[in-house]
């Protein structure tokens, strides 16, 4: 049976982590800007951010993932 799109579910953000979007430097950005939406202070953010750099990218993806698992899913 073929269905309308207008049916389809929504799905939420993802991103895939063996393409571009799973670079560090776009992480890094997607976590800057959901940071200021979601209305981190300014050095809740700038630790945030830190806190992704100063790590192995594994552990910047964990990071990521603990603070915005709820809004995007990462796929690797």
């Known amino acids: 049976m073929i269905k309308s799109k207008s049916e389809m579910p929504p799905r939420g ?3 895939d ?3 571009p979007e799973g670079n ?3 992480l890094l950005a ?7 939406q ?3 202070s300014d050095f809740d953010r700038l630790c945030l951010l830190d806190n992704m750099k100063l790590l192995t ?3 910047l993806v964990e ?3 603990l603070e ?3 809004f995007v899913t990462l796929y690797r």
């Open 38 to 40: 979601l209305g981190y």
């Open 24 to 26: 560090a430097y776009v």
């Open 63 to 65: 990071i990521f993932d």
């Open 13 to 15: 953000l993802e991103i």
């Open 68 to 70: 915005f698992g709820q």
């Open 17 to 19: 982590l063996t393409g």
């Open 57 to 59: 990218y594994d552990m």
């Open 30 to 36: 997607y976590a800057d800007r959901w940071a200021r």
